[in-house]
Nanobody, 123 residues
């Protein structure tokens, strides 16, 4: 089992910044691919950013490219989402998710999820 705990959400004015953190426990963190998702009220959950276990080739949704940066610190078992130039439409609950491959075999995408942290962007 992997436990994921997010933090760093809050209320921020449009144009401001926030940094979300997600701390993982229960597995060797460097073996996990990590991702951030968000879900706004009345909308489907969407992928925001992802980073491989090696830290390379990060993925970003078009809506956040150039504004958000995903990173990870394997020594701290933590993945971050730096969010700059926040917009009203970034308001959502942000959750981190972990994917793992078991013993070099089956890959389980987004097998584990955190509880989420609320980000509210005001005008």
């Amino acid at each position: 089992q992997v436990q994921l705990v997010e933090s760093g959400g809050g209320l921020v004015q449009a144009g401001g910044s926030l940094r979300l953190s997600c701390v993982a426990s229960g597995r060797i963190f460097s073996s996990l691919d990590m991702a951030w998702f968000r879900q706004a009220p009345g909308k489907e959950r969407e992928s925001v950013a992802a980073i491989a276990r090696t830290g390379g080739s990060p993925y970003y949704a078009d809506s956040v490219k150039g504004r958000f940066t995903i990173s990870r610190d394997n020594a701290r078992n933590t993945v971050y989402l730096q969010m700059n130039s926040l917009k009203l439409e970034d308001t959502a609950v942000y959750s981190c998710a972990a994917s793992e491959r078991i013993n070099g075999g089956t890959y389980y995408p987004y097998r584990y999820w955190g509880q989420g942290t609320q980000v509210t962007v005001s005008s």
